[in-house]
């Protein structure tokens, strides 16, 4: 993780309370809240410099600044969706033919009668089959 020299982060601590202090002159209501993306700047801030610090440059309760870090830091650990991942499993088809054990056999009569035989395994007699479709008229 890359670190801020504290230059670097005094300039951002004075661009923040520039930001805020713009919105303290500009809004319409003394007791209106401070928006959430200056809540949210002044927590990053806290990752730079110290909350008490932030909160007395900021101008802001040391422990409304820590409610808003505690509440940040739960809503990054907490998991963006709740939703069950489920294992479904995806059978892919050989990318090649696997040797088969067995015969493929097509017979062709005269008449244009085909027969076609797979067989796994040659429990019968294929020559009695091939010889009684031949014969067959």
Known sequence: M???IPAQAEHQLTH???QFD????TRTTR????PHDLWEQAVALTALCPMTR???RLRVSGGE?????AAHHAAQSTPAST???RFVEVTAPPTWPSPTSGADIELHRPDGTRLRIHAQDSQFSLMAVIRTFLETP
């Open 2 to 4: 890359k670190t801020i």
């Open 16 to 18: 923040v309370a520039d």
């Open 22 to 25: 713009h919105w303290r002159q």
């Open 31 to 34: 007791g209106a809240s401070i």
């Open 54 to 56: 932030v909160a007395r």
């Open 65 to 69: 600044l820590k409610k808003h870090c």
């Open 83 to 85: 939703t069950a991942v």
